[in-house]
């Protein structure tokens, strides 16, 4: 058993979040939302709520880290999100270049294995050619697996992986009747990623938005109201408690 502590700012609500070690769940999938209304609620551009979002993104790969998962996905931005002002989406893809660039030394010393879920190919140059150099740099490593989805969406993800089954049928590599779950996962970005076991998602909304259609089918959802900035290693904690106090049947009995 691992002991966590809960520290609260009231000291009577301290409380001891006591961890089951074999029961650590081996991928969590993160919906980073409510970085803008965090920022408004302080009368700040939605650019300061990313800002302080990856504040939020560095705690939380290193408390994954230290408890134990083996694969944690944040989204970062979705195949919808290019519907937002030209100058947030500039600041989303400018933020995700300072991060690679700031944290891929740290990350790497870490054993981190930066992976991509995603089309990046529709990024500007500079945040392209960030990403592959990540990529490339912590391939061999043996840590946690940083599965960053950007430019992400599980429709996408799911057509996209049609195509090119199409196309090995096309040329004979594969044939129709041969194609199952498990072939079909290979064509997908999360290809030798195993399904979330837990969903987070902060900021009070409830919904999917496109996230990881395919891999969520029996995954555990977990909701908080606090907005992304806001989120805390005793949030994941807590997550993580609730999830092992959940009894999942994957339709049995
Ligand atoms: C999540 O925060 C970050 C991205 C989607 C890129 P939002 O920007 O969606 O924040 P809210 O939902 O508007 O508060
Ligand atoms: C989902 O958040 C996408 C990311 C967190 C990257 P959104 O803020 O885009 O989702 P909706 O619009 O509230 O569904
Ligand atoms: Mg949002």
Redesign the pocket.
Known sequence: MLDVFKTSKKKKENKEIVLDQNNIPKHIAI???GN?RWAKKRKLPRTMGHKAGVETIRRVIKESHILGIKYLTL????T??WKRPDEEVSALMKLLVEYLRSELAELNKNGVVIKISGDITKLPKEAQSEVLEAIEVTKNNTGIVLNI?FN?GGRDEIIRAVKLLCEEVKSDNIKIENIDEKVFENYLYTKNIPDPDLIIRP?G?Q?I???LLWQCAYSEFWYSNVCWPDFKEEHLQKAIYDYQHRDRRYGGV
């Open positions: 919906i980073m939302d803008g989204y970062a931005f979705s919808e999100n989805a992400y900021s909304e919904r938005s496109n996230f």
